[in-house]
Every structure is written in C-alpha cells, then in structure tokens.
C-alpha cells in the first residue's frame, strides 16, 4: 500500500467556503461595520466567546474560541455582537439555492460550507473546474451582497478540496492533484488536515508521525494496526493520496448536548428547572429529528464560585420522548447538593445515541407510552413549523427562562446543518434545471 | 456605539422592488426626525410564532439600523442601531 500513487484522475470535487461567515453577514447588512474588527457572538458577556471574528479582527490575532473579554483588549476599536440566526439561515438558503445550479449532488458540511459533487454534471460541458468556482464566487457577490466572500477548492475527493479551499483565505481559488499534491501537502501541519486535531495528533506523535509527509508515506497497515486501531489507518492512506471514501456524511451521531451561558448567577430553582428543561427540549428535538433515542444522560452545572456538579444516568431502554427526557433530567437536577448556589453555566448531554430508539416500545403501559409519544410528535411537529419554544411546558414560560433561552444557530457541526433547510424548499431543484 | 433599542414609535415607508420580488425601506421615521435610507445592506426574514417579520439592515448616512417590519399583525420597529464605532 506504501506504493499506492496519487489518484491520476480529474478533478470533480469542489468545495465552497464563505470567509468569516457570521462577520461577513453582518457586516453586508450593517455597511458601517465593514473593514472593521468586527466579532460575532452567541452572549455578548465576557465570558462568552467569539465564534466568528472578521478578517480585520483576525489580524489583531483574535480566533475562533477567544473569550469576549481577551478580544476587545486585543486592539483598539473592537466591536463585538451578539449573532443573529435568522441572517445567518437566509444567507445559507441563499448560498444553497446558488450551489444547486450547478449539480443535485451539494452535501452541506456546516451553514458555511459545502461540498459539491460535479462528476458528469452538465455544467461541466461548457466551464472547466476553475470556471465553475470563479462562476459561483461571482454569484455570491451579486446575489447574496458584495461584501460576501467565499474560498473555493478543487480536487479529487473531498478531504484534499476541503484542505485547498483553507489555502488561501479570503477570497481564495486552489486546486489539489496528483501534479502538486505534494508540494501543497507537505507545506502542512498535521493539525492542518480535516479530522486530525488533539487525539489524532496524539496517536501519530506517539507513532513517531510528526509531519504530513510521514503521514503520507506511511504504511496503510502501521496506520491501521498500530496508530488508529481500527480501518481508518488505511482510509487515511487513501484519502491523503485523493481517492474518495464510499459515504460523504455520517449517517447518525453518538451525543447531543446543549448548553447555557450567563454572567449574573441564577439561583432561583424555578428558572433554573425551567432552562434544564428548555435545554433538554432543544437536545432532545435533534436527537428525534434523527430518529435516534439516548442511552446516556447528563446534567453539568457551574457555579458562580468556581465549583461544578455533575451527574448522570444510564438507562436501559433509550429515552426518545420529551416527558421521559423531562422526567429523567428533573430526577438529576434535584441531586444538586447546595440548589441555592448562583449558576452560570448549564449544560444537558444526552449521548449514547442509538439508532431506531422511536420503533422500541415497551409491554407496560402500552397506553401511557403511546400518549406520550404522539404528544412529542405534535409538539416537534409544532415547533418544526413555528421555531423552536413555540410550544413548551409550563415551567419555560416566563421571562427569567426567556432571557437565557436564545435562538442559537448550529455552527461547526455537520449534523445540526439539516434542521436549516428541512422545512426549507431552498435545495430543491431549481426550475430552470428541471 | 451599538445598542438594542426594540423602539416601536417608529414609521417606516416602504416600496416594492418588483425585480427583487420584495418590499424595501425608502425612509425611516424615528424619534421625530426622517432618514432617507441610503443603502439597503441585506434584507431578511424571520419568523415569531406563525407571523414573518421582514429585516432590513439598512444605513441612513452616519448610522446604522435594523429595521423590522411585520405585515399581519401590522407592526414596525427599530430593534439596533450603530454608528460603526466600538461600545
């Protein structure tokens, strides 16, 4: 396998990247923010973090994941933001509905980027690769607003356009194949390739793996065997040499957490019951909306005092319905040993996630188990349609819970990305091409 | 400055860009003055319960404004404002 050259074939993978979305967004709509250190973030507290900085805040060396409070002491004339979900939804069914010109086959990897499948796409007939990417960045201009910039990159599969699409931010246009393959990807780090981030690193430092070109050139069987464990040594091989895997987006996700953040310490029980409950919904609905029930779940608090609790649960039959979820959260919640104590952070986790959990019934009860199941079908179905906390229980009602249970929008992760368009029509086919 | 307001004394004028397929702002009355809406940066929608409410990030010369309006129940508020200066 150490032998296995560089897939020789064209080029129909390309991978579309809109630069420093969230910033990006609100700048276009407010034009007095651009070419400013503008700062996205989901709490504008300090100890929120910023989930998206603009190209100019970027140079004054804020990242992803820096704390409010470190970002504005970074330069002069910070500004930051809370987001605005529904800019950033509209901006991706913009994009979406741009992308699907082009080919049926658009895999959305998060509400910024997707990737594109372009093999023996009519398009192609008329437009090279490069024609196509220049075509739809010119597109994003004129039609989603001229402030929107998007990075592009071309190649055999879709680890290595995804890599290229990162090569030169903003605005960006590279290709990766078999002719400078290695050039490009040598020039890496480790930490630079999708997927490999502090526990893949680890595993190939302790292997003697320390740059990409050891990584590349290693055996597929010493990667199998020895590094990963498992058969994703010998997909890496073939990945980092431009052959695509057999399946683009993971089918089903193992946990599903929701979290709350606040600077004043809450320490009424009420309110915070009422946020467990309006976090355990918003994990909850995710997981169903998979068609997937937990195994495992977990409730972390921390407190104003620097001290935490922590507990959880393990129950035999997955939880699938929003009363179980309710109940089982409100038994964890009550084992706090000082409730009085002001929180600032709250976190639900519910993993341990099997598939199927909807089709499990149980043999007692047989009716109380099928009333709850249609009451948490009407209830996702409701808030499907409407928003999310449309319809809630009794114990979100009220403006103490309505201050900390904001609309968040799914950043990073591939599988919330489905929630945008499922109601949407935005990656239909477009008329024109039927 | 960047603030919150959520200030609903506000009047709105608005025309439909029959291109665009959408109503747009032309003027912005606030606080007793009219601005002229200059550039109209992005337009949206979002949703409260079963109502669409449309979203104009808008610039009236040295400011800023989110601008939302909601046809059924006829509502019109401004919701931010920025002079593009930090806090």
New interface residues.
Partial sequence: MGALPHNPNECFYLHADMNASFAS?NQ??????RD?PLGVTPVNVPGGAVISPSYELKALGVKTGTRNRDARLMG??????ESTP??YR?MHREFARILRHYTPDVYPLSIDEALLDLKGCPALKTRSMEGIAREIKRRVREEM?EHMRISVGISTNALLAKVAAGLDKPDGLRRIDASNAEEVLYGLKLTDLPGIAGRNEGRLNQNGVFTVEEFRSADARFLSRQVFGSVEGWHWTRRLRGYQDATLIRGWQKGFSASVQTDVGLSRPDVLLGIVHALTLRASTKMRRKGQGARFLQLMVRYRDGTHFRAFKRVERPVWTAPEAFRQMTLLFNRQENPGSPAVKLIVDLSDAVPGASDQLTIFDIEEADRERRITEALDAINFK??PY?LRTGLMVGAAVDAHIHDRIPFGSVSDVEELYADEEAWAVPPELL | M?ELIRDTRVKVNVTYDGVAGRPVPLWVQWRGKAYRVR?V??V???????AKVW?Y?V?VGS??M?VKVCHSPFWVAVEEI??????
């Fill in positions: 967004a276009q709509a407010f034009p007095l923010w400013k002069p004339g910070v500004v930051l933001r529904p800019l509209q607003g409407y928003g449309t | 960047h550039k940066g992005k949206w929608t979002e949703r409260r319960g079963i979203c990030g610039n400011l800023d989110l920025s002079d593009g200066l930090p806090d």
